[in-house]
C-alpha cells in the first residue's frame, strides 16, 4: 500500500502528534503528506507546521454543498498522492463523494468500544451511561456513522470517581497507542474484509 498518509483534523492534534512520534521513532514506516483542517484555529496544523509538515486548511463554510467540501478535500488529496486517510479528531461528515474515492482506505479513531456510544462525546456518553468498561476504537470508514470494520480496540475501566474529562484522559493514552499501531496493520496488508470483519490472513 502507499505509504503517504493524509491526516485530517479539526482541533488539538493530539493523536496526529502521536503518529508523527511513532514515525518518527521507526516504529511506523510511513510519510505525512499533508494534514488538512476544517477549521484555522486547530492547534494541530501548528504541531504539523513546527515539524515540517505540509498544512492546509480547507473549511466547509467556503462550500455550499456537503458535495462540493467533499470533492475540495479530495482533489487535494489526490493531488499528494495520499495512499491512506487517517481521521484524527476529524469533527465533518464525510459522504459517498469522499468514502468512494478512497475504498478501505480511510480510518478513523474514536473515544468508545464502538458500536457503543457513537457519534459525539462519547466519553460523556459512556460515563453518563455508567458503564465499567469503555475505551478506544481504529476503525475502517464507511457511509455509516462510526460504523465500519474495527481494526484496533483497546478497554479501558471507568472508575467510580472518574468525571468524563478523567475518563478522556485515560482513553486518550490508548487512542496514541492504537492509532499507529493501527495504521502500521493497515499497511502492511495481509488483511480482508468479511461481511464486515477485519481480518488479518495468518503468516505463513
Ligand atoms: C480524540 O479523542 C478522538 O478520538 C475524538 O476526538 C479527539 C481528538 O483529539 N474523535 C471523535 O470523537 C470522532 N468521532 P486530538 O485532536 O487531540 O487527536
Redesign the pocket.
Known sequence: MNRNLGVL?S??????QAIMRAIADGRLDARIAVVISNRAEAA?LQRAREAGIETLCLSHRSCATREEYDGRLVEALRARDIGLVCL??F?RLLGPTFIEAFPNAIL????SLLPAFPG?D?QHQAWQHGVKVSG?TVHLVNCDL?AGPIILQAAVPVLNTDTPDTL?ARI?VE?HRLYPEAIRLVLDGGWEIVGRRFVRRAAV
Not at 482541533?11 to 496526529?16: A, D
Not at 478513523?108 to 473515544?111: F, L
Open positions: 483534523i482541533g488539538r492534534g493530539s493523536n496526529l494541530g484524527a479528531g469533527m478513523n479513531i474514536h473515544p459525539l462519547a478506544a462510526d478522556a486518550l487512542e
